[in-house]
């Protein structure tokens, strides 16, 4: 496992800043505080899955969402509260005990108690110029899923993860790795079942492995997976597992993986004498999260901005590789560094492929189809860090592919 | 009503790039396009409200979703094409009649068929630093619950809105004003219900309201308003509605009102003496929606992020209004512009309001509370506009109120 140190006195958690998937424990295990309390009536159903009536819903043609409303009025809520922090968390109704259904989020735990699965919507604003959804909406839903999955499992304390055992021992997850495969990128207003679950990692780590697929054709669209480790919140280093901790999490791993990959190769470090460079990226307010930390997928936005335009436009990423080194503070100023690999520009035979024909070049150029076969490589390497006095900061190290759009909606207006 | 002139030739529609919400028809009157088709099987529900097997779902237990499952299977779908655009129109499955349910969207048409009404869970990925729901997430969902609204009247063509009788007379819609008003803002994790409808805005003109509640308490946390016009899309200016469209749109009109507006009061220009000056503001690919213009969010975002950090971190914005003057093109290069009313100022004695007694200031400081209290306008006038060479051309004004944080919701990382 790749060794990850850093220095004492950082002012924020790797784990939280890392990545928007450290917001919350990504082995379906986060932490309990005793001090919060669940509303009157929860919406637990029983793990037997037998029918429990407060939280049954019939959505049967236009009696619909009544029963959800009927069973959300039952729970005794003082209304003058609202602006107090035990209202606030009856507001979010976390539960205590594992559900198998979540009727809201649109959510089921499968496959004898472990996996998750949610059904979920491509909105209207997740989309990119093209209509189909964004890499960055892609990030955002595994996040929410592998979320709502510690969410279902009753176990979920206050979002930032960890089991009892770990908070015992002082331990915070943090993600070292992500790999995101996307053959497909679903379309605006189409239905997908996003699925999420965990496994082992080595001796001392933990895989979340993620499948998004079109509820209609079943076709996957992607596949991804993430490694994680436990780090010790005070000396800011990498931990053993814990055997108690072992023993908690242990029953939720499960073998499948959503990702075959091969001896990992570590990706190469770049420095500024690369072909794209932007510097003083500063993040916003309205660019942290909950734990005031720069989110990850800024991150991807920053590291996927600094490749023109131009190839954006004609190119979908089809892997993104993202290897964690360190956090990097609210107010670090941060630079985003991208070199092509030449040896990926793609030849010059699928214009034939396409088309079933050869074409002129000025007919591909007055289509604008000739900017689609432009001679752009493929793959690129990425690499985010803070310039230091020193020695620059690295904060994550990328390798992304892309295949040329084939298809393009229309736009019709 | 607001006289709006947009030079012929400019490149994109004025409405479809003003704002996101223009991505659709907010009448509830979507074209058809004749050329595109529906699969095999839509999930339609009969007005009557009759159940239909055919997209009728139990979500009771652990058999929650599989009724679902089971409906999608059932619709035949050619795996090998979906490269192609009429599988991509089968994967969105947009509907051909109106519906009154959508469970996948979890939506219902109510209020005699007329007004729409949606069941959303807000989102990890949608909160901000304070694990409360962001404006741009407010501003998503009212987009995203107009748009569904359309959908669900089964006249929802290819996203870009406009009656046939509209596309007959070569109009489109414009937004001209907006107002949106948050009393609270949804926590993480909150399950709200979104209400849409539309109405008469004097005679040439449409309305559009939202009101986002608590699904728990039924408070009421967001109410908006919304005036649209007409547009030919050929002179660039205002046109009145005409009988045919009229006849079209208006069965769809109710009354009710979202918000009680006074006497409305045009907001001031601002020029770039103001206060605060965010220049060479560029859209990156990534801000670009699906007709390729910059989204009315980003706007927002870049009106807000003028204003100082420290504001934003004490401070909830209250109510915003935007008046939408032009379009911006996508390679423009824009300017955001703000100056606080000084006037708005808050006065010294709601220290002693929150707290009970009043608490020396070293206190105060000590414990983080003094950033709090600190001395800030509350109302603030923005403009978005682009540098001309001989003239500046508005974009959007926008006037802002905000009140201080009563209630953080605790860091606990």
Redesign the interface.
Known sequence: MHRLRVPQGTR??LS?QLI?LA??SPSGMASI?RALHCPAKCCS?KES????KKS???????G??HG??AA?AE?A?P?SA????NA?I?????PREKQ??D????G??IDGGVRY?Q?V?I???E?????TA?L?TIL?LL??TA?NHV?MSGLL????GATHGMMRNDLIWVVTRMHVLVD?Y??????VEIDTWVGASGKNGMRRDWLIR????E?VFCRATSTWAMMNQETRRLSKMPEEVRDEISPWFIETRAVQEEALKKIDKLDDNAKYVNSDLKP???D?????HV?N?KYV?WM??TIP?QF??NHQLSSIILEYRRECDSSDTVQSICEPDEESIPRDNNIRFLTGFSLAPEFLDGSGLLGTFDKWPTRYTHLLQVKGEKKDKEIVRGKTSWKKK??K?????
Not at 82 to 85: A, I, P, S, Y
Request: proline share 3%; net charge neutral; glycine share 8%.
């Open positions: 924020s958690l939280l928007g917001s919350f505080s159903v899955g037998g029918s429990n049954s819903v019939a959505v049967n043609g236009s619909s969402l959800l409303k959300a729970v809520y209304l609202v602006t107090d922090k606030a009856a507001r979010q109704n976390i198998l259904v009727p809201f989020r649109q089921v735990i699965r059904t919507v909105r209207s604003y989309i990119g110029p093209d209509k964004t960055e955002n996040q929410e979320l969410w304390g206050d979002g930032f497909e679903p379309i605006w207003g189409e239905v079109s509820r209609l054709t076709r916003k307010w309205s942290l999260d909950m734990n005031h989110n997928v936005r996927l901005e335009d954006m436009e084939m298809f909606f229309s736009n019709c207006d």
